[in-house]
């Protein structure tokens, strides 16, 4: 079994900051490419930004200069450091990561985890 445990959310005010947190664990045998996609109310769930194995980044626009993506590939973690907070960043968000597993006999498929709330108000 894979599973991937986000955590970090929470109520900050406009201009705040807020680090979340992203662990997989089970049988893995690598991961590729990992990422947050978040969700607000009464709107599709969209890419917030991504990061390869190799620490190639890339981000949605409304994000750049505010959030930073990384990832411990010994701790098999991704986080999303995110400052300046606006009331528009408010939304779920979703850790993803593809990755291989003996389960599924090393094909490469996509893992989402269960989300976590962040709201930017005063």
């Known amino acids: 079994q894979v599973q991937l445990v986000e955590s970090g959310g929470g109520l900050v005010q406009p201009g705040g900051s807020l680090r979340l947190s992203c662990a997989a664990s089970?049988?893995?045998?690598?991961?590729?490419?990992m990422g947050w996609y978040r969700q607000a109310p009464g709107k599709q769930r969209e890419l917030v930004a991504t990061?390869?194995?190799?620490?190639?980044?890339n981000y949605e626009d409304s994000v750049k200069g505010r959030f930073t993506i990384s990832r411990d590939n010994a701790k098999k973690t991704v986080y999303l450091q995110m400052n300046s907070l606006k009331p528009e960043d408010t939304a779920v968000y979703y850790c993803?990561?593809?990755?291989?597993?003996?389960?599924?006999?090393?094909?490469?498929?996509?893992?989402w985890g269960q989300g976590t709330q962040v709201t930017v108000s005063s």
């Open positions: 990061i390869t194995s190799g620490g190639s980044t």
């Open positions: 993803n990561a593809e990755l291989l597993s003996i389960l599924t006999g090393l094909v490469p498929l996509h893992y």
């Open positions: 089970g049988s893995i045998f690598s991961i590729n490419d």
